[in-house]
DNA sequence: GCATGTCAAGTTGTG
DNA sequence: CACAACTTGACATGC
């Protein structure tokens, strides 16, 4: 059965996500940053509950936390931990609520790192920002019961080989907390499945197979293959198989179609996860809406029981 | 009130 | 060579 998820935020429901940067933060003395951060966790430690609630209402069973769910604290000036802020512990008691909500309805969670972690960049500080930056997500995973960081390999660097090798070194480095966790997808500029699979097998690495990215930067593999390869990762690493699906703003045709429509056009789910064991992230501009559309679809196929 | 420009970070491809 | 695209907001500022 395919478990349909929700990434980040909703369209409808009343839960929204505060953020802040850090131009406004260097503005303030250090404890006024800290008190307007120590609000800001709050809500938005109040509205993953609340998400969640949401998710579980409408018959969802995944869902991406944001990565920003606690702004700037791996900045090197702005940055924090939770001990340090006012309400800290309400905070820490808000995510324990949150895991053991998803565990008990079954939500499966998630975390997927922006573009700035390279762990295959050559520069050393690119690569130790992106360390740091996994380790806070990490941190977050275990807090709410998240059991998968999913990132990008990364750039290329005029040779796949060598960006591919260093990735392994550093990945080989990596806290248990974080290796644990961690998943690589296939991008829509460089990385195929097939470039990523080898390292995968090689390093038990689960793959989260983007069938769009696939699409938009294709190899000699098939839907069918990819899917089972990508599966056989997973399931070595004793997880469930996790993927991702979203349908082109305008068509399939030239130039590339990299926007995300609003809803996921059905035909555009392979016909090979009908009935898979899997979560599918639904990568969709209306968001819950566009979940909920895709689940009564494939409903009215009569093909899943999610 | 509402419109607008800005926001930590990396990399690639386009114009 | 500069800039937008990536998951897009959300926010502070200025009218």
């Known amino acids: 059965m395919l478990r349909l998820g929700l990434c ?28 307007k951060l120590s609000e800001i966790c709050l809500h938005n430690a109040i509205n993953l509950k609340l998400a969640l609630e949401a998710v579980q209402r409408l018959g969802i069973g995944a869902f991406r936390i944001m990565s920003p769910l606690f702004p700037r604290m791996t900045h090197p000036e702005a940055g924090y931990s939770l001990e340090n802020l006012p309400d800290g512990e309400i905070i820490s008691g808000t995510l324990e609520t949150c895991k053991h909500f998803a565990l008990k309805k079954q939500i499966r969670l998630s975390f997927h790192p922006d573009q700035f972690v390279v762990l295959s960049s050559p ?40 960006a591919l090798k260093r990735f392994a070194e550093v990945y080989n480095a990596l806290p248990e907390s974080v290796r644990s966790r961690l998943s690589l997808e296939n991008d829509d500029v460089s990385y195929t499945p ?11 690495i689960p793959m989260v197979y983007d069938v769009h990215h696939h699409r ?25 198989q996790q993927c991702h699906i979203s349908s082109p703003r305008s068509g399939w045709g030239n130039p590339a179609p990299r926007p995300h429509a609003d809803y996921i056009d059905p035909a555009d789910v392979p016909d090979c996860w009908i009935g898979r064991q899997m979560t599918v992230d639904v990568e969709a501009k209306a968001k819950e809406l566009a979940v909920v559309r895709l689940i009564e679809d494939l409903k009215l196929l009569g093909q899943t029981s999610c």
């Open 123 to 162: 520069h050393p500080a690119v690569v130790a920002n992106s360390i740091l930056e996994l380790k806070y997500q990490a941190r977050l995973a275990e807090a709410v019961g998240a059991d998968v960081i999913n990132i990008h390999a990364g750039g290329v660097y005029g040779d796949k080989r060598a």
């Open 216 to 240: 938009c930067n294709p190899d000699n593999m098939t839907i069918e293959e990819a899917t089972e390869r990508a599966g056989a990762t997973w399931k070595a690493a004793g997880l469930e």
């Open 8 to 35: 980040c935020l909703f369209k409808d429901e009343a839960v929204s996500f505060r953020t802040t940067t850090v131009k406004v933060l260097a503005t303030l003395p250090r404890d006024r940053q800290l008190l």
């Open 194 to 204: 097939g470039d990523l699979l080898p390292l995968c097998e090689q390093y038990n």
